[in-house]
T-cell receptor, first 115, second 115 residues
Framework: GENVEQHPSTLSVQEGDSAVIKCTYS??????FPWYKQELGKRPQLIID?????GEKKDQRIAVTLNKTAKHFSLHITETQPEDSAVYFC??????????????FGKGTHLIIQP | NAGVTQTPKFRILKIGQSMTLQCTQD?????MYWYRQDPGMGLKLIYY???????DKGEVPNGYNVSRSTTEDFPLRLELAAPSQTSVYFC??????????????FGSGTQLSVL
């Protein structure tokens, strides 16, 4: 099955600086890679996703890059703000048998924005 | 629309007790999922369903059962609660296959402690 590794587990950056979170995956059949943000005590929410037919996708201050050959993808947040403080999870399609069964999640990165 | 609604929000069980976590969605979504999130970890798929009457196991199904008699409801049953089942449980849904572009919507979670 799919295995998703996420680094770092904790990331502290100064407000206004950039943050980068990296994930690797094991199943070369995976083609869909979403990122979720989870604030303390809240549900995970999708913030951006990327499919294997593109190498990069941007949405305002957030971007995701994908390297299918190396099987890794990254989340980039520029001009970080206090409201970016949260736990971020990467995920990849999970396959078994006949098709995709859902998502396999990384363990999460606790992003701390220092004022 | 209320989205994905989970009940209860909190529950404490004794070892060996049984309970059902309720999940309902009012978005006419075909796909529904149950995930568990252990402290400091990502979400792991317990069971999922691609439509009424159809369920399938995820990564960590042992100790759980599900049913999908209607499109709206996807309850998760714990028959003999064990301390290892202490976790936060998230129900989620999507209109179609998330790997084809459908977004995953999460409920607000159920915090379960087994003592």
């Amino acid at each position: 099955g799919e295995n998703v590794e996420q680094h770092p587990s904790t990331l502290s950056v100064q407000e206004g600086d950039s943050a980068v979170i990296k994930c690797t995956y094991s199943d070369s059949a995976s083609n869909y890679f979403p990122w979720y943000k989870q604030e303390l005590g809240k549900r995970p929410q999708l913030i951006i996703d990327i499919r294997s037919n593109v190498g990069e996708k941007k949405d305002q201050r957030i971007a995701v890059t994908l390297n299918k050959t190396a099987k890794h993808f990254s989340l980039h947040i520029t001009e970080t703000q206090p409201e970016d403080s949260a736990v971020y999870f990467c995920a990849a399609e999970m396959y078994s048998g006949g098709g995709a069964d859902g998502l396999t999640f990384g363990k999460g990165t606790h992003l701390i924005i220092q004022p | 629309n209320a989205g994905v609604t989970q009940t209860p929000k909190f529950r404490i069980l004794k070892i060996g007790q049984s309970m059902t976590l309720q999940c309902t969605q009012d978005m006419n979504h075909n796909y529904m999922y149950w995930y568990r999130q252990d402290p400091g970890m990502g979400l792991k798929l317990i069971y999922y369903s691609v439509g009424a009457g159809i369920t399938d196991k995820g990564e960590v199904p042992n100790g759980y059962n599900v049913s999908r008699s209607t499109t709206e409801d996807f309850p998760l049953r714990l028959e003999l609660a064990a301390p290892s089942q202490t976790s936060v449980y998230f129900c989620a849904s999507s209109y179609g296959d998330i790997v084809r572009g459908e977004k995953l919507f999460f409920g607000s979670g159920t915090q379960l402690s087994v003592l």
